[in-house]
């Protein structure tokens, strides 16, 4: 018990520490330097063939076989003690969150609703389908900045709910368990289906890249993302992510978390897409975040490049993980995008009919 008892007071005496250190010294060093010419170079230098190339390895983890991730525990120590960006001050009031009490779900009218981050709501052909939902107030330990008041019984039995990997933001326990009750139907990647199966739920299909399953007429397909995955209990890498291609009498792409790659190039070329659900949040600073998230530049670039009738920008909109506010990408966009662009800025809150 003494034993005990002095290696709980010396962790605590530790974290102290580390929070008079990180408050005292913290945000005071320069961030090192991001060349956006030279990483543009290298996300076109791979052949895209990669993306459909093997991508687990001896180990048992998964990766990018087009392009490696440097590993995060070489940039924490200047995440933490180099400045923080600074960004010009907007009007919230254009781009705020819209009450909306989603008593339309019952219908069977095609529409896309944004609930905010990566949490959509699709209705198409009679199904129902919830992307990352991200319904209760926090992610791991992050507190959402706009709480979005929500009640399920609202969803139909039997929804369909995508995840596109297993971070916090995206797969949130509490709305997992939800619409368990829902009797949903779980499509998740790879080494993800005996977490969600450990939660109650008693459908889930687990895909590779570039598999598919259809149910009830909409065909669902994973595909790839430059992204990672981590969550307590399950290790680093050890499961799939990715993006889902939504296939039915209209088509929408759900871009998960992913880095800017050659990926949407390719989805461009393969597939025919009505709507283009993209990250763009959470990518400053650049030199921290430009493997794993798209900046507002990338986004247009993306959009582009897939080649939807629209194309609607997400992972925003109520919680800050990256430097930037949670709306600003919005302003941004709201900035620089024309009617050539076939972009369509939703507020969180806000439905749009499919037709």
Not at 75 to 85: G, H, V
Request: hydrophobic share 40%; with cysteine.
């Amino acid at each position: 018990m003494r034993r005990f008892r002095r290696k709980q007071t010396l962790f605590i005496a530790l974290v102290i520490t580390i929070l008079v250190v990180f408050f005292t010294v913290g945000g005071c060093m320069p961030p090192p330097n991001f060349d956006e010419e030279a990483w543009y170079k290298t996300t076109k230098s791979y052949d895209t063939s990669l993306l459909y190339a093997d991508h687990i390895d001896e180990d048992g983890k998964f990766f990018n076989p087009w392009l490696r991730m440097t590993p995060l525990s070489s940039l924490i120590l200047p995440r933490i003690f180099s400045k923080r960006s600074g960004f010009p001050e907007f009007s919230l009031e254009e781009f705020e969150y819209i009450q909306n009490d989603y008593g339309y779900l019952g219908e069977d009218n095609n529409s896309i609703s944004f609930l905010g981050h990566a949490s959509f709501i699709i209705k198409l052909d009679g199904a129902t389908i919830f992307t990352d939902p991200l319904l209760s107030d926090r992610a791991g330990l992050a507190s959402k900045n706009v709480k979005i008041p929500f009640s399920f019984n609202n969803v139909p039995l039997k929804p369909i709910v995508l995840i596109s990997h297993n971070h916090y933001d995206h797969l949130d326990y509490q709305s997992v368990v939800e619409l368990i009750k829902k009797e949903a139907i779980f499509i998740v990647g790879l080494k993800l289906g005996d977490y969600i199966k450990g939660l109650g739920a008693k459908e889930v299909y687990e895909l590779d890249w570039w598999n598919n399953v259809t149910i009830d007429n909409v065909k669902y397909t994973f595909l790839p993302a430059q992204h990672w995955s981590v969550r307590f209990g399950q290790g680093v890498n050890k499961t799939l992510w990715g993006g889902f291609l939504i296939e039915g009498s209209k088509s929408v792409y759900f871009s998960g978390d992913s880095g800017y790659f050659r990926g949407f190039e390719e989805f461009g070329k393969r597939y025919a897409i009505d709507y283009a659900l993209i990250g763009v949040g959470a990518y400053e600073p650049r030199w921290f975040m430009h493997y794993q998230h798209l900046n507002v530049e990338e986004f247009f670039r993306a959009a582009k490049e897939i080649n939807a009738k629209v194309a609607i920008p997400m992972h925003l909109g109520v919680i800050q993980l990256g430097d930037e506010h949670y709306l600003y990408p919005l302003y941004e966009i709201s900035k620089k995008v024309s009617s050539e662009d076939n972009i369509t800025i939703l507020r969180v809150g806000e439905r749009l009919i499919v037709e």
